[in-house]
């Protein structure tokens, strides 16, 4: 069997969500010793274990909790009395989720695009900048920031869309910033936006309800213009109103 502390290596390279749990105490007659150690994925999957039975289970359940809440917690269980486990010993158990990096895709290497990406590169966020345009996404030479030159169709059905991805839209043509949007907002993501003026936004929303290509529930949900209203002026600005905007749907903070 794979050690451990390989497989987690693993996962966090390949940047996925799980849980550690691990038994740092116990007393009585116990399923396993102090020390052992489980992984927990978000489907429920396993790997290695704290001893089978109802305590693995509910140790499990636990650890869904906590990569929801994203909160660690140590927890005691006492097997006779919680789990009518014949045992009838007890088990500190200390889980840690242990959640995969916020990806950022930027659809539009132009001005506030390479702006967006600099400033989100100061935070947490494993970026993407994407465009059909190689000379422009040259122009963006920070490290730690990923550039895909490939036709925007051409990209979107090779990446990763879950509850951590935060998505912009804001490249040279209103064309394509829709054809981005219409396969967007049917993908799980925490952030949609794109950029544009009112008249655009207000257009954009009637030619998808039309077309059928999203309910005016969906199109809610997508913040749009996007950014928040700082009055910004040049690429710089309107970049730091759209980082504004992402950090506090990633801290669940309402803007006044």
Same mark, same amino acid.
């Given at each position: 069997m794979n050690d451990i502390f390989q497989i987690i290596a693993e996962e966090r390279s390949c940047n996925r969500s799980f849980a550690i749990c691990i038994a740092v105490s116990t007393k009585g007659s116990v399923p396993r010793a102090p020390g052992a150690?489980? =992984?927990?994925?978000? $489907?429920?999957?396993?790997?290695?274990?704290?001893?089978? %039975?109802?305590?693995?289970?509910?140790? /499990? !359940?636990?650890?869904?909790?906590?990569?929801?809440?994203?909160?660690?917690? =140590?927890?005691?269980? $006492?097997?006779?009395?919680?789990?009518?486990?014949?045992? %009838?010993?007890?088990?500190?158990?200390? /889980? !840690?989720?242990?959640?995969?990096?916020?990806?950022?895709?930027?659809?539009?290497?132009?001005h506030t695009g390479s702006a967006l990406a600099k400033r989100a590169a100061e935070f947490d966020f494993d970026i993407t900048v994407i465009d059909d345009r190689k000379d422009y996404l040259d122009e963006i030479h920070q490290p730690g920031i990923n550039k895909i030159h490939r036709a925007y169709?051409?990209?979107?059905?090779?990446?990763?869309?879950?509850?951590?991805?935060?998505?912009?839209?804001?490249?040279?043509?209103?064309?394509?910033?829709?054809?981005?949007?219409?396969?967007?907002?049917?993908?799980?993501?925490?952030?949609?936006?794109?950029?544009?003026?009112?008249?655009?936004?207000?257009?954009?929303?009637?030619?998808?309800?039309?077309?059928g290509l999203a309910t005016s529930a969906q199109l809610e949900k997508v913040d749009m213009p996007m950014g928040i209203e700082i009055g910004a002026d040049g690429p710089e600005e309107i970049a730091i109103s759209i980082i504004a905007k992402i950090i506090s749907v990633k801290n669940k903070t309402a803007i006044q």
């Open positions: 150690k489980m =992984l927990v994925y978000p $489907d429920g999957k396993i790997f290695g274990t704290i001893g089978g %039975g109802r305590i693995e289970k509910r140790v /499990i !359940e636990d650890a869904l909790t906590a990569l929801k809440t994203n909160e660690p917690a =140590l927890l005691h269980y $006492d097997l006779l009395k919680q789990l009518e486990m014949s045992c %009838g010993g007890s088990m500190d158990v200390y /889980i !840690e989720p242990v959640m995969s990096r916020n990806k950022l895709y930027i659809f539009g290497a132009g169709s051409e990209v979107m059905p090779g990446l990763l869309f879950n509850e951590n991805t935060y998505i912009t839209v804001m490249t040279y043509s209103h064309g394509c910033d829709r054809e981005i949007l219409a396969y967007c907002i049917h993908k799980p993501s925490a952030y949609l936006g794109m950029m544009g003026s009112h008249r655009k936004v207000e257009l954009t929303k009637k030619m998808f309800i039309e077309d």
